[in-house]
C-alpha cells in the first residue's frame, strides 16, 4: 500500500497570507490527524477527522481549519499567517479513529517571512 | 488540559551502553504508544500498552505501561547507531479520546 502523502513539501509564504496543505490517507483509513511540529513546541495536535466529521480539536486560534473529503483527503487551511506559524505539518491517517496506531507522511515544512 | 512529560530531552550514549526514557502523564491514560522519528523523517509507530502493568518486547526495545497507567518507559538494550532518534510516547485518556504526544526524548549514539 502507497503510505500517506502530503502536498506540498516545502512551502514560503509571506505574513498575512493563507496557505492550504493537503494530505492524502493511506487506502481504507478514515481517521486523519493534523499536527504541528515545532522545536519549541514538539508535537502539537490540531485537530481530527473522521468520515468528513470533526472528531477532536488542539488549541489553536481559529485561522487553522480543516476538511475532510468523502475520498478521505483532508485540507488543512491556516489564513493570516504569522511567523510563529513557521513549522513542519504533519498529517497522520489511521484504520479506525486516532487512538489506533496511526501512520504519518513526511510532512510539510511551513515558512512564514 | 492533559500533559505528557518525558525525561530526559536528550541523552547521548556511546554505541552498545543502555538507554531509558520515561514519560509522566497528569492524568491517567486508557493507553499508550510510543512513536520514533528519525532526524529529517516523520514519526513512525513503534508499539500500543494498554493494560496496567504491562510490558512488551521488540529485540533490544522493552516497553513498560505503569500500574497506574500514568507513566511509561522505553529502554533499549545495547543501543547501536540505527537507535538514534527522538522516541515520543503519546497518551490517550478515555474523556478526550485524542492523543497528546510528549515532549521526546533525542537519542544520540556514537561509536
Known amino acids: 500500500k502507497a503510505g500517506v502523502t502530503q502536498t506540498p513539501r516545502y512551502l514560503i509564504k509571506t505574513r498575512g497570507q493563507q496557505v492550504t496543505l493537503s494530505c492524502s490517507p493511506i487506502s481504507g483509513h478514515r481517521s486523519v490527524s493534523w499536527y504541528q511540529q515545532t522545536p519549541g513546541q514538539g508535537l502539537q495536535f490540531l485537530f481530527e477527522?473522521?468520515?468528513?466529521?470533526?472528531?477532536n480539536k488542539g488549541n489553536f486560534p481559529g485561522r487553522f481549519s480543516g476538511r475532510q473529503f468523502s475520498n478521505s483527503r483532508s485540507e488543512m487551511n491556516v489564513s493570516t499567517l504569522e511567523l510563529g506559524d513557521s513549522a513542519l505539518y504533519l498529517c497522520?491517517?489511521?484504520?479506525?479513529?486516532?487512538?489506533?496506531?496511526?501512520?504519518f507522511g513526511p510532512g510539510t515544512r511551513l515558512t512564514v517571512t | 488540559g492533559q500533559q505528557v512529560m518525558q525525561i530526559p530531552q536528550y541523552q547521548h550514549v556511546q554505541e552498545g551502553e543502555d538507554f531509558t526514557t520515561y514519560c509522566n502523564s497528569s492524568?491517567?491514560?486508557?493507553?499508550i504508544q510510543w512513536y520514533k522519528q528519525r532526524p529529517g523523517g516523520h514519526p513512525v509507530f513503534l508499539i500500543q500498552l494498554v493494560k496496567s502493568g504491562e510490558v512488551k518486547k521488540q529485540k533490544r526495545l522493552t516497553f513498560q505501561f505503569g500500574e497506574a497507567k500514568k507513566n511509561s518507559s522505553l529502554h533499549i538494550t545495547a543501543t547501536q547507531t540505527t537507535d538514534v532518534g527522538t522516541y515520543f510516547c503519546?497518551?490517550?485518556?478515555?474523556?478526550?479520546?485524542?492523543?497528546?504526544f510528549g515532549t521526546g526524548t533525542r537519542l544520540q549514539v556514537t561509536l
Open positions: 477527522y473522521f468520515s468528513e466529521t470533526q472528531r
Open positions: 503519546a497518551g490517550l485518556t478515555g474523556t478526550a479520546s485524542k492523543l497528546t
Open positions: 492524568t491517567t491514560l486508557s493507553n
Open positions: 497522520a491517517s489511521s484504520l479506525r479513529v486516532s487512538t489506533y496506531e496511526q501512520y
